[in-house]
């Protein structure tokens, strides 16, 4: 038998990577490169660039503004006030707020007046009443800068000056005459106003009760007056260039009106207003709040 040739042993190959050796010192990592941002734009919408045309607009016109064709001047620097809005408001001033102030001193001193010979008349009455009948109550009671009452037995009368001067229509009362026509500054006028009331109106606060105007006082600036009124008063001459504000003049006023108010009396109401009253009525004192003077008759149109 034939013996097979011998096979020479194979030492076994060792594995190996295919890695190469670490060099001994690794050089420091590079960081990695940042890319730079990239600028946005901004987008200008249409309300964006509306927006901007109204703030530039209002820039423009927040500086000072003339009238006379000049431009107008940047917010924070003014330019010279216009010659006509100055001259405007110059003459504005030195015509009628001057005149308007010098005719509300004159109504002042008029009413001021007023209520001197009202104390005084006041005294007067009661020194002769009081022997004949001391329940019957005249007293004179002031109650502001602007007001001050005249009480006498069941009547009250209130007067008051108003804080404004005032005019008229063209056709009214003392306005067509010639001495108002011959200076502007004469249309204006203070004006005081005397009313009747029941003095138990005023006592129980009977807030529907009527009060009524005896007579409006008016004062121009040449502290001349012009009263208007009932036909009780005393009215004196239109003309107002003849009626000038004094004691005698006050007083004859305040006496008109006081023997206007005595002579009209109050008159109940039928009695088929008052068969029905609601509890607010009662609470309050209206069940006869309906009662009205009698004899007042209003000269609405006086002949100057």
Known sequence: MAKSPTKKSVDPELFTTDTPPLPAELPPPVPPRKKAPRPV??????????????????????GATSTDNRPTAAAG????????????????????????QAIYR?????????????????????????PL???VVIEYRSINDMEFHIRFSGDLLIFIMHSNVVTFPDEYGPMPSPYVAGDFR???????MAYNFMADSIKYQ??????????????????NYFLEGVQQLELPANDMSDNAVTPKAMRLFVESAMIAAVNNDLIA???????????????????????SKVGFSFLNEQVI
């Open 41 to 62: 734009r901004a987008k200008k919408t249409a309300a964006a660039a509306n927006l901007a045309t109204v703030a530039t607009s209002e820039i423009a016109r927040s």
């Open 77 to 100: 620097s003014p330019i010279q006030a216009p010659a006509d809005r100055l001259n405007q408001i110059f003459d504005g001033l030195q015509q009628k707020s001057t005149a308007k």
């Open 106 to 130: 004159n109504a002042l001193a008029a009413f001021d007046c007023l209520r001197l010979v009202s104390q005084e008349l006041v005294v007067e009455l009661i020194r002769k009443l009081t």
């Open 133 to 135: 009948d001391s329940s």
């Open 186 to 192: 004469r249309r204006f006028f203070g004006h005081i």
């Open 206 to 223: 009977r807030l529907n009760d009527p009060g009524y105007l005896v007579g409006r006082l008016l004062v121009n600036i040449d502290n």
């Open 269 to 291: 109401p039928a009695l088929p207003e008052i068969q029905k009253i609601s509890v607010k009525q009662k609470l309050e004192n209206q069940q006869v709040s309906r009662g």
